[in-house]
C-alpha cells in the first residue's frame, strides 16, 4: 500500500536535519523529531437515519531531548525547517529549566540505529478511499435488516477509522517511516419491554482491527450476514431467559469476554510504569510490584500471556515504537508465574534489561510518547487442539459467557467483576438456553488460578479496543488481546439485578 500523499509530500528529511542539528548544537546528548499526521472518521446511524460523520485531521511535529540527563519536549503544528528548529530550542529550553528539579536522571537502554526503514500495517483497502455514501449505504443495510425482525425496536450501526502516518528520526542516525489503519464497526439490536420499562440489547461481536475496509465488504474476517442473520433470535430468547441464581459456576468464557478481563487484569497490572507508581495518582498502581517478578504466583500452570507488538491486524501493532526500538514479542506470564513488564527505553535499564520491548508510543504530536499496552494475550493450548464444544463438555453445572460488556476493577488491578453480552447455561456438558444478570467476580489471582483449561489455536480469536486511556494529560492507545475460549473453576457469580438493587 502507498503512503497517504499528503504525509508524503511532508518535508521530513528537511524537517529532521533542522530540528536534530538544532538540539545537538545547543548541548542536547539526544533529541528526536515525530511529524505525524493522524486522519479520523466515523459514522453513525440510529434507526437507519444518519446521526453523524465527524472528521479529524491532526498534523504536527515533536521535538524531545536529553540534556545533562534531564527531558525537554515541544511541539507545533507549523512544519517548516526553521519551526522545526525553534522547537527544539524550546524543548531543549524546557529541559534546562527543569534540571533544577528533576529527582532523578534519565538512562536508556540502548538500541541498534534503523536508517530509512518503512513499515505499512496489513491491509488491502484504505477505508478513506471509500466514498461516505457507500459507507452510509452498507449501515443503512445492516439496520434496515435487523429493525425487519420481530422485536427488534431500535438499532445502531456505526464505523471508525483511523490512518496514522509517523514519521521517527534521532540524534543516534534512526529513521523510520509507518503507517498503520485500524477500522471498528459495530451494530446493536434493542428489544424495548414497555409493559415492564425495561430493555435488552444485543451487539455485534466483531472487534476492531489492523485492517481496512475488505474487512467490512466480506472479503475478509467476519461473517457479517450470518451474525446480522443470528442476532434478532438470540435477542428474543434473551428478553425470555430467567435471572441467574446467584453462587460459584465453572465459567467457559468465549474470546469475545475473555480479552477484556485480560486487558484490565493482566494488561494493565504489567505496565511496568504503573507497578512502580507512576500511574497511581491518576490510572492507579499494580499488586504485580517488580520485587514479585519471577516468584508471583498470578496463575495456574495453563496461563501463558505475551506482549507482542508485531501480530497480524493488531491495534497496538507496529514495526518501531516511539523510542525507535524495533518491536517484537516477549512472556508476561508463563506457567502461571509472573516473568515481564511492558517497558520503554528508559524503564529498561531499571530491571537490569539490554533492550527495550518497544512499548513507547504517544497518541499525537502534541503529547510525549509514554509507555504504552502491546498486544496483550492468552495463548492457547500448545499440544492440543481443544475445541470450545470440549470445554464446555467438561461442565457439568456452569455458564457459558459471549461477548463484553460492563466491568469494574480497583486501583491495583485486583479486585473486579466483569459482566457480557451473552450468557448460556450449561448442565451436564450442554448448553441449556440463556441466563440474564450475570456477573463474575475475583480477585486477579483467584480467577486466573481458577484457570482449569485452555482451548486451542482454532477457538483463538484477536479482539481489541480503540480507546484505552491513559496518562496526564490523557492519551488514547488501541490495543489488541488474543485469546482462546479457556475454562475456570468454582467462580463466584453475581446477579446484577440483586446486587443493583
Known sequence: MPFDPEFASLPLAALADAALSRARELGAQHADLRVERIVSQSVDLRDGAVTGVADDTSVGLAVRVIVDGVWGFASHGELTPARAAATAQRAVAVARTLAPVAVERVERADEPVYRGVEWISAYTVDPFTVPIREKVELLTEWSQRLLAADGVDHTHAGVAQVRECKFYADLAGTSTTQQRVRIAPTFTA?????????????????????????????????????????????????????????????????????????????????????????????????????????????????????????????????????????????????????????????????????????????????????????????QPDPVRDTSTAELIGGVEHGIYVVGDKSWSIDMQRYNFQFTGQRFFRIENGELAGQLRDVAYQATTTDFWGSLDAVGGPSTWVLHGAMNCGKAQPGQVASVSHGCPSARFRGVNVLNTREEGS
Not at 196 to 212: H, N, Q, Y
Not at 280 to 301: K, N
Open 190 to 378: 434493542t428489544a424495548v419491554d414497555r409493559a415492564a420499562g425495561g430493555f435488552e440489547t444485543m451487539s455485534s461481536l466483531a472487534p476492531p482491527v489492523g485492517r481496512g475496509w475488505e474487512y467490512l465488504d466480506g472479503t475478509a474476517g467476519w461473517g457479517w450476514d450470518a451474525e446480522l442473520a443470528q442476532v434478532p433470535d438470540l435477542l428474543a430468547e434473551k428478553t425470555r431467559a430467567p435471572t441467574v441464581t446467584a453462587g460459584a459456576y465453572d465459567l467457559v468464557i468465549d474470546p469475545t469476554n475473555l480479552w477484556l478481563t485480560i486487558h484490565e487484569s493482566v494488561g494493565h497490572a504489567t505496565e511496568y510504569d504503573r507497578a512502580i507508581g507512576y500511574e497511581a495518582a491518576y490510572a492507579g498502581s499494580s499488586f504485580a510490584t517488580p520485587d514479585q517478578l519471577g516468584t508471583l504466583r498470578y496463575g495456574s500452570g495453563h496461563m501463558h500471556v505475551t506482549g507482542d507488538r508485531t501480530v497480524p491486524h493488531g491495534l497496538a501493532t507496529i514495526g518501531y515504537d516511539d523510542d525507535g526500538v524495533a518491536t517484537g514479542g516477549w512472556d508476561l506470564v508463563r506457567d502461571g508465574v509472573l516473568v515481564g513488564y511492558q517497558l520503554d527505553r528508559t524503564f529498561a535499564p531499571r530491571l537490569g534489561l539490554e533492550r527495550s520491548n518497544g512499548c513507547a508510543y504517544a497518541d499525537s504530536p502534541h503529547h510525549v510518547p509514554i509507555q504504552r499496552m502491546a498486544n496483550v494475550s492468552l
